[in-house]
Structures are given as structure tokens and as C-alpha cells.
């Protein structure tokens, strides 16, 4: 057996590398709108489920509604988030605005959306 050592050359990466674990503003808001659209789905589905079990609902429109509050609630979130973000970075103050943005949100795109399908006031 010989002992000779043959170099590999290995190639070098372009570039710096991107930094791992990092928190950027967009995935922040990201996580905020899809908590904030799990959260609308499934206080809709649970409402929307006991007016399909007691024959109030079809399946069809409750789907659609839960998938519309999903929407807003991501959107609420994301808007809140985003506004609370620039304005506070942390206490009372930034959950009052998260609070009072998202309630704003809601209310707007739900007023919005029902005109769209003819709902008016309900």
C-alpha cells in the first residue's frame, strides 16, 4: 500500500452565505396573517358547524364563510401586526393597536364583503 495523498480541489461558494435563523419583517408578518387566518377559520367553523348540524347551514355556504373569515382574519392580523410593528415594539401600547387595527379590519373588509354579495346588515 502506498501513501500518497492525492488534493481534492473543492469549489468555492459564490457569494457570503445567507445568514440562518434570521427574523426579517415579511416572515414576522407571514406567521402574524396565517395565526390570524387559523384563528378566523376556526371560530367560523366551529359557529358554522352547529348551524350545519341543526339543519340552519349547508355545507356549501359554511365552507365559503369559513374560508372568507380565514381571509380576513389573516388580513387583520398582517395590517395589525404591521401598524402595532412600526409604532411599538413591545407592551400595552402595541397589543392595544394590534386590537384596535385588526378590529378596524375586520370590521371594514366584512362590511365590504357582504355589500359585495348583497348581504347588507345582517
Same mark, same amino acid.
Do not use: F
Given at each position: 500500500?502506498?501513501?500518497? &495523498?492525492?488534493?481534492?480541489?473543492?469549489?468555492?461558494?459564490?457569494?457570503?452565505?445567507? /445568514?440562518?435563523?434570521?427574523?426579517?419583517?415579511?416572515?414576522?408578518?407571514?406567521?402574524? !396573517?396565517?395565526?390570524?387566518?387559523?384563528?378566523? /377559520?376556526?371560530? %367560523? %367553523?366551529?359557529?358554522?358547524?352547529?348551524? &350545519?348540524?341543526?339543519? !340552519?347551514?349547508?355545507?356549501?355556504?359554511?365552507?365559503?364563510?369559513?374560508?372568507?373569515?380565514?381571509?380576513?382574519?389573516?388580513? !387583520?392580523?398582517?395590517?395589525?401586526?404591521?401598524?402595532?410593528? %412600526?409604532?411599538?415594539?413591545?407592551?400595552?401600547?402595541?397589543?392595544?393597536?394590534?386590537? /384596535? &387595527?385588526?378590529?378596524?379590519?375586520?370590521?371594514?373588509?366584512?362590511?365590504?364583503?357582504?355589500?359585495?354579495?348583497?348581504?347588507?346588515?345582517?
Amino acid at each position: 500500500m502506498t501513501d500518497h &495523498v492525492y488534493p481534492i480541489a473543492y469549489p468555492i461558494a459564490p457569494g457570503p452565505l445567507p /445568514a440562518q435563523g434570521g427574523d426579517s419583517a415579511c416572515s414576522t408578518l407571514m406567521r402574524l !396573517a396565517v395565526l390570524g387566518g387559523l384563528v378566523g /377559520a376556526s371560530t %367560523a %367553523a366551529a359557529a358554522n358547524l352547529r348551524q &350545519v348540524q341543526s339543519g !340552519a347551514l349547508e355545507a356549501g355556504p359554511a365552507l365559503s364563510d369559513t374560508a372568507r373569515s380565514a381571509l380576513i382574519g389573516a388580513a !387583520a392580523m398582517a395590517v395589525g401586526g404591521a401598524v402595532a410593528g %412600526a409604532v411599538a415594539e413591545q407592551g400595552l401600547l402595541r397589543l392595544g393597536l394590534m386590537l /384596535a &387595527v385588526g378590529t378596524g379590519v375586520v370590521y371594514g373588509l366584512d362590511q365590504w364583503s357582504r355589500e359585495g354579495r348583497g348581504g347588507g346588515h345582517e
